[in-house]
């Protein structure tokens, strides 16, 4: 198969399963999604911050139940396999502000 418009259908399908219906996804589901998102990285296909995005909305603050720290650790430990700088800056801003809400730091 010959793959000329740089994964472009195949990222805006997981981008609209991401912001719209990942959290309907049974967990066979959503396991093969993260495949198919660790694999789209490998190849380098362009435009995955929105999915990435998307998914980090699914992360709860504050929730700290198997599924949802499950999620996390996944997306970050994609993010450092494949060291994607602008992903990981993304990332690193969401996960900042979810610790800034449930531990703010004391005024000086």
Known sequence: MCQRDDWDFC????????????HKLMEPCKKQFMWVLQELIRARAK????????????????????????????LLKMLQDNKCVVLLALTRLSFLHQLDTHHPLPLQ
């Open 11 to 22: 990222v805006g399908q997981l981008k609209r399963i991401a912001l719209d219906k990942f």
């Open 47 to 74: 435009n995955l911050d929105g999915v990435f995005s998307g998914l980090l909305r699914h992360v709860a603050s504050g929730d700290y139940t198997p599924k949802n720290t499950q999620l996390a650790a996944s």
